[in-house]
C-alpha cells in the first residue's frame, strides 16, 4: 500500500514490517556469531508475520529466492550495518559522550544488549503503537535496560524535538545520533528538516551516523520487481517501492557538511572488506553498491 501524509503502522504492516524485516536479518547475524543481539528473535517472533517466522525455523531457504544471497551472506550484511551504528556510540560514549538519540527506533534493541557507561540516557522515538509494543514484549521476557532509557512515543512527523526535551532531553551536552534505515522512507523536504532539528538539538562534538543512498530507483528497478515476485510466491508481500519516497534529495554528506558537521563516509564494499567479508556486486546485496555508510562528528 502506498504511502500518505498520515499514514500509520504496527510491526506487521507497511513501514513497520521492514523494521521486522531487519530484525529478521538480527537474528540470522547473531545466529551466526557476529553481532550480539540476544532479544531480536523473541521480537519478530512475537511480530507473528508467517514469512519470516517460516525463514527463521528452515523452513524457507533464501537460496531458492536468491542462490547468491543465502542466510551467510544475509548474515553478513546485517552484520555490517548493525556494527557501524554500534561503533557510532561505542566511540561517543568513550568519548564521554551520555546522552544517545534512536530515531525511527522500531525494533532495536540497543538500550537493553550494548554495554552503555553509568550515567547514559537512550531516548528512543518511534510512533506510540511501535514504541508500546517492543516495549511490552521485552519487558514479558524480563529483559532490563542497561541504560536509562527513555520512550518518545511520536511520529517524526510531528514536532519531536519538543517531546524530546519535554521528556529531559538536554541540547547544552553532545548527543549521540543514529537514524538507522530511516531517509528512504521520508519525503526529500523531511530529510532536511530532520537534519535541520538535529543540527539544532546538537551541542558541539555530538555525533550522528546513518546511510546515504544516492538513488533510490533501486528500490523499484526491474531487478528489484524480480526478487518481489520471488518473495511473494512465499508470502511476503512488502513493496518496498511503494513504501520509500521517490525524487531527487539533498546529499546528507554535503548536507551536514555545509552546517559544520566532519563527515567521513564508508562505501558499501569498503565496508565489507572492513569487516572481512566480501562484497558480492552480482548477488542481492549488488543493489547497494553505491551505498556508503555515513557518521559525523559537530565541531
Known sequence: MARTDNDTW???SSVGSTATMVAAQRVLSHREGLIDDPYAEALVRAVGLDFFIRALDGEISLDDIDPRFNTRRAAEGMAVRTRHFDRLFADATAGGVRQAVILAAGLDARGYRLSWPTGTTVFELDQPEVIAFKSDTLSALGAEPTANRR?????LRDDWPKALLDNGFDPMRPTAWIAEGLLIYLPPEAQDLLFDRIDELSAPDSRVATEHIPDVSMFSDERAREIAEKLQAYGQNIEMGELIYHGERNDVVDYLTDRGWDVTTQSMPDAYAANGFTFDEDSTI????????LSAIKR
Not at 549488488?286 to 555508510?293: A, T
Request: charged content about 20%; hydrophobic content about 55%; cysteine-free.
Open 286 to 293: 549488488g543493489f547497494f553498491s553505491d551505498m556508503s555508510y
Open 151 to 155: 520512550v518518545v512515543a511520536i511520529d
Open 10 to 12: 504496527d510491526m506487521a
